[in-house]
């Protein structure tokens, strides 16, 4: 099997690490730093799909050591406007969200890709160019070594110059004048451990915002929005940034574990795939982090370039289907870059009239529902829903509904992340079965569900004369036995539902014969690049 490189040895270089080797695939990740550095909370609040990402590759520790939180509060001055909670659409064993620091995070990563024989990071191979031609790349790195590989999966953070400039790729995009100040105190808050709260224009930051997230061990990240020419190290030797925190806590007895002051970038590279080489996270997109839509975007970038180059390597699909990995993923990084421009035009107006509609919705939001769903103070990452994607086919009764209410999951449809929910699989433990998830039957292969009166070993023949790729076709009234899944999908009779090894709804088939199955399949490969019709 040939060897991918990736690039980078942060969350998402490891991540992918981790995936392409769950596939078999032998991996070399080249990390410019010379050893792990433990430094500050930085990238703290992770999605319950990413969560999900890790736990399959024997990271599960992330979930299990963040702290959960449940409540999103939003202040205006000294007043709450709302609060709310978010929604699953099935019964995934992960919460919403967790916190925990980027360090932790990178440790227990660390340890999975250690573990793990087709796994090898190299540390301090500073990767300064590449070159591809027709059968891989070959690596350049600072200390002169040379690596070659089949393909490359570019991972380096937001510092990916180098390997934008080898290949050819922009970075539009700008940085905001604005400036951040971010604490990490210790300290005894009590309540204050399950929520985020932010607050607009409070008397102890006026003009500006103030966000607060809990971590583990009675840690809490405190951000505040600070005047542009903001010195951190003036304002340490004045006293200042102790009475920022104490005009928050009180008289609390407090630890300071880290303080930093950042600008932030919001910027998306124009190509995503560049022959064998895969730009990934922060190296192909940078966003405000309000909302955590950064590190999260980016384990779900690798999480669909991972199964697309095993499938290409192994002999599953051809390299056609690499190209649907600049076309779905460009589009995810584009509905964050909307998402979260949308949120900073709130949050720092850029103009009078911004400025004046802030102000109105702030004031009417103190009394008015209705103005209350108009503030913006982030909305949180989401998968997002490959409904236009080549990949997918689509379905003239199951529409797109469109970006769902704050908080929420879409209704699923094709192009949709499958809902992860109990199942009862098939084996030695019984007539009742043995337990198992949603999620863990699609990460095996395509996996096709199908419900009463579809023709299962029709299905499956048709599946197998597509691809010879892994694949299980399963009977979704014996996996579901009270009804839970079927209800939650809004399943009928006579429906195939396919779905790709990252759990998205490739199809939802109302007449699943043999040719509309096999059609749906080739396309959900990029081996049929004709449109297929609706299901």
Request: glycine share 8%; charged share 20%; with cysteine.
């Amino acid at each position: 099997m040939s060897v991918v490189a990736v690039i980078g040895n942060g969350p998402v270089g490891a991540t992918a690490a981790l995936l392409l080797a769950r596939w078999g695939v032998p991996v070399v990740v080249l990390e410019a730093a010379p050893a792990r550095t433990v430094v500050g909370s930085r990238s703290i609040c992770q999605q319950r799909d990413v969560l999900d990402v890790w736990d399959s590759v024997g990271a599960g520790g992330i979930a299990a050591e963040g702290l959960t939180w449940t409540t999103a509060r939003t202040y205006w001055r000294d007043r709450e406007l709302s609060a709310w909670r978010f929604v699953d659409r099935g019964a995934s064993p992960f919460p919403p969200f967790v916190n925990i620091s980027q360090s932790r995070t990178e440790q227990l990563l660390d340890a999975a890709v250690a573990a793990h024989p087709l796994a090898e990071v190299r540390w301090g191979h500073e990767v300064t160019g590449l070159v591809q031609d027709e059968q891989g790349v070959t690596l350049r790195c600072a200390g002169g070594q040379a690596v070659r590989a089949a393909y490359v999966l570019a991972c380096p953070g937001p510092r990916g110059q180098a390997v934008r400039a080898a290949v050819g790729a922009r970075f539009d995009g700008e940085t905001s004048p604005e400036q951040f100040l971010i604490c990490d105190i210790r300290a005894e808050l009590p309540g204050w451990a399950d929520e985020r709260r932010f607050y607009f224009d409070p008397p102890w930051n006026p003009g500006r915002q103030v966000l607060i997230h809990p971590c583990p061990e009675g840690t809490f990240r405190i951000d505040w929005q600070v005047p542009s020419d903001f010195d951190l190290a003036a304002a340490e030797a004045a006293g200042s940034v102790d009475q920022r925190i104490r005009a928050i806590i009180g008289e609390r007895r407090y630890e300071l574990r880290w303080r930093s002051v950042y600008r932030f970038h919001s910027r998306v590279t124009d190509r995503m795939r560049v022959g064998r080489v895969l730009l990934a996270g922060d190296a192909a997109h940078v966003f405000a982090p309000f909302g955590a839509r950064g590190l999260n975007s980016g384990v779900l970038d690798v999480e669909n370039a991972a199964w697309k180059l095993a499938f290409v390597l192994r002999g599953w699909a051809d390299q056609a289907l690499l190209d649907s990995y600049h076309q779905e993923r460009h589009a995810a990084a584009l509905e964050n870059l909307a998402v979260t421009t949308a949120t900073m035009r709130f949050l720092v107006p850029p103009d009078e009239p911004a400025r004046r509609h802030r102000a109105d919705v702030l004031s009417r939001a103190a009394t008015d529902p209705a103005a209350r769903a108009l503030v913006d103070s982030g909305r949180f990452a989401e998968p997002f829903w490959y409904v236009d994607s080549p990949l997918t086919t689509p379905s003239s009764g199951r529409r797109f509904a469109g970006r769902p209410p704050r908080g929420e999951a879409p209704v699923p449809v094709p192009g949709v992340r499958l809902p992860d929910a109990p199942v009862r699989l098939p084996g030695p433990a019984g007539p009742a079965g043995q337990p198992g998830r949603l999620a863990e039957l699609a990460r095996a292969g395509l996996l096709v569900l199908v419900t009463d009166g579809v023709d299962r070993a029709g299905v499956a023949a048709a599946v197998a004369a597509a691809t010879p790729a892994p694949s299980q076709v399963r009977a979704l009234p014996e996996l579901d036995q009270d009804g839970t899944v079927r209800a939650m999908l809004r399943a009928r009779p006579g429906e195939a539902w396919l779905v790709r090894p990252d759990g998205h709804i490739a199809a939802v088939l109302t007449s699943p014969e043999p040719a509309t199955v096999t059609a749906a399949v080739r396309r959900s490969l990029a081996l049929d690049r004709s449109a297929a019709p609706a299901a």
